[in-house]
């Protein structure tokens, strides 16, 4: 496969795959995986193992504790697991991982999309395979058992050429009860080595309790794992070797404390990571920044023209408020692009382009295909990410890593404010090496260096937010609105409440109310006005009051102090007074923990919305 095709390639759906071969009892390691990656899809869960010569399965549609009550004493050394977020084929039992071959000899688990199951379906169907199920892993299974000739690894090599698409997969035969192999191309897929087992994941964070030592599968290569050994292959089946690399973070950020849920840890571990983000990231007495990681010299980044950013959702609104900064205090040309709209387009990439990718999980197919074309017209690529090892950091030319700690929560939080630092850092840099004097530089740093704190100072009126939030929490309809920096942070504030509250919450650039949506706005619809951006703040007052003449009860969000807004507002939420390019920071934590709690009050799913994953695999 050449590189342009490959670059082409589609990206993967999002689920979560674990494979283990070893000594200890793999079912109990295999749900006790799982449930690290569950946030990657729920629809359904499933597993797999050799017993006496015979595959057995358990598989069952929801959560995964309705798989573990499937289980009770059964012990298995060689097991693989699955847990699904539905691409092909209905959430059923009968489509659940891990899927057999109509001879029920293969297991296979898959987190990936096969573009030509169908035809390949067709062929199959047409020698008499009878399928059983709706999705495209049937036919990697099929295909396995018959070219099967008592080589398990001999048969996927064989395999693999045939389908086109993305995959990561784990494949387990009934006369091979001691090996898994495992194969992966445009899907990430991880080999953990332990003592005496052997385990392989969709992400590390599933492995980190059982061991550190990792080996990374690049694209189109597979191995064969057994308890004690790894062989690993090229896609021309050559046998090649890797290097491990030890993992990072720390097993308790899998664990969520004392907190409720996931989500709520991560809003209050945000002090610390925006101050993890900064850490040796600046020199305050010089005013200037400095990003070792950055492998892109001072004068090629002097000699920067033009910044395009790509990302999605909460990470785009991250490069929406660097898309400001940037040409505000760095004056570089910048535009930021939504990257499953980019990916579409035939881009001009002049010379002296730079590319900043902003991506939490650093595996969404958008911006990993806008990356890559991107990349193909020969763009500098800088990624901003928090997980190590991912495809993105794989293609990228340098990453500024987030060290935000595993974030769990589907809402993205404590990921957004340090993707906020991290580009408010790549900024002071990048201006600081054209106009932005000494003194200019350090005083922005030294406000950057508040942040911190004025984060703790919004967490401490989490009980006055939550009284906002038990008097909304049953509006079904909400805007949200701000300007110019409070523009971004507002469409943020209305993906949360939309992601973990379900309600249908707009944001929407203060300044185009009246070109339309301000006819929904009632005394049923909130508006929940972002005003802590002291440029456009009598603008925004004004929308305030144009919302109140329309009966929408209003929410102010605003900095501390401001008289004027009390006599005007139902409700005021006050942060602490920063620079206007920094209130995006500590804004955020208001509006997650205002649609966190309006989430509680309505009984939702906060960890794991309906419908979300944490890994928008998936095109
Ligand atoms: C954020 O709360 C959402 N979970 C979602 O919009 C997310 O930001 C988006 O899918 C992008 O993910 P990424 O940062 O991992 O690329």
Redesign the pocket.
């Given at each position: 496969m050449n590189r342009i095709s490959r670059l082409k390639k589609t990206v993967t759906s999002m689920c979560g795959i674990f494979a283990y071969v070893g000594t200890r009892n793999g079912i109990r390691l295999a749900l006790d995986c799982l449930k690290k990656m569950e946030y990657r899809g729920y629809d359904s869960a499933g597993l797999a193992y050799i017993a006496d010569g015979n595959l057995i399965t358990h598989k069952a549609v929801g959560k995964l504790r309705n798989l573990e009550k499937m289980i009770d004493d059964q012990t298995a050394q060689c097991v693989i697991a699955h847990t699904r977020w539905a691409t092909h084929g209905k959430v059923t039992t009968e489509n659940a991982h891990p899927i057999l071959d109509a001879t029920q000899s293969v297991a296979v688990i898959h987190n990936g999309v096969i573009e030509n199951f169908q035809q390949l379906r067709h062929e199959l169907e047409r020698e008499g395979i009878t399928f059983r199920t709706e999705t495209d892993t049937e036919v990697i299974a099929n295909l396995i058992a018959i070219l099967y000739k008592g080589d398990l690894l001999q048969a996927v090599q064989e395999m693999v050429p045939l389908i086109k698409g993305a995959w990561a997969i784990a494949v387990i035969h009934k006369n091979h009860p001691d090996e898994c192999i495992v194969a992966k191309n445009s899907s990430p897929l991880v080999i953990g080595i332990g003592v005496g087992e052997t385990f392989a994941a969709s992400e590390p964070n599933a492995l980190i309790h059982h061991t550190r030592e990792v080996i990374y599968l690049s694209e189109g290569e597979l191995a064969r794992i057994k308890a004690n050994s790894v062989e690993l292959f090229d896609e021309a089946r050559l046998p090649i070797t890797k290097q491990t690399e030890q993992l990072k973070h720390s097993a308790e950020e899998m664990s969520k404390g004392d907190f409720a849920h996931y989500t709520l840890k991560e809003i209050y571990d945000q002090p610390q990571a925006v101050r993890n983000a900064m850490l040796s990231r600046f020199f305050e007495d010089y005013g200037t920044v400095a990003m070792d990681e950055i492998s892109i010299s001072a004068a090629a980044l002097l000699a920067v023209k033009r910044v395009v950013i790509v990302?999605?959702?909460?990470?785009l609104h991250a490069g929406l408020v660097a898309g400001y900064m940037l040409e505000e205090i760095a004056r570089i040309p910048t535009s930021v692009e939504i990257s499953s709209e980019f990916r579409y387009r035939n881009p001009i990439v002049e010379d002296g382009t730079l590319v900043l990718a902003?991506?939490?999980?650093?595996?969404?197919a958008d911006?990993l295909a806008a990356v890559r074309e991107l990349k193909a017209k020969g763009a500098t690529i800088i990624a901003i990410c928090n997980v190590q090892g991912s495809t993105l950091t794989r293609d990228a030319d340098s990453t500024l890593f987030l060290r935000a700690g595993t974030e769990v929560g589907?809402?993205?939080t404590k990921?957004f404010t340090s993707q906020l630092t991290v580009l408010t850092l790549f900024t002071i840099m990048m201006a600081r090496l054209r106009h932005m004097s000494k003194a200019e530089g350090q005083e922005f740093l030294s406000a950057l260096k508040e942040i911190p704190e004025q984060i703790q100072q919004v967490l401490a009126i989490a009980p006055h937010i939550e009284k906002l939030a038990d008097k909304y929490a049953s509006a079904n309809d909400f805007y949200f609105i701000g300007r110019r920096y409070m523009y971004p942070t507002c469409l943020e504030g209305a993906?949360?409440l939309k992601?973990i509250a379900y309600i249908n919450a707009c944001g929407y650039a203060a300044g185009e109310m009246k070109h339309g949506p301000i006819a929904l706005l009632n005394e049923k619809c909130p508006t929940f006005a972002l005003c802590a951006d002291t440029l456009t703040y009598d603008k925004v007052v004004s929308n305030v009051m144009e919302s109140k003449a329309r009966h929408s009860p209003v929410i102010c969000l605003t900095f501390a102090g401001d008289t004027r807004l009390t006599k005007i507002a139902d409700d005021i939420i006050e942060i602490p007074m920063t620079r206007d390019e920094l209130a995006p920071i500590t804004a955020a934590v208001a509006c997650q923990l205002f649609a966190y709690y309006c989430a509680k009050k309505r009984g939702a799913d906060i960890d794991q919305p309906r419908n979300?994953a944490?890994?928008?695999t998936v095109e």
């Open positions: 990302a999605c959702g909460t990470s902003i991506s939490q999980s650093g595996e969404t911006t589907v809402c993205s990921a993906l949360k992601e979300l944490k890994s928008v």
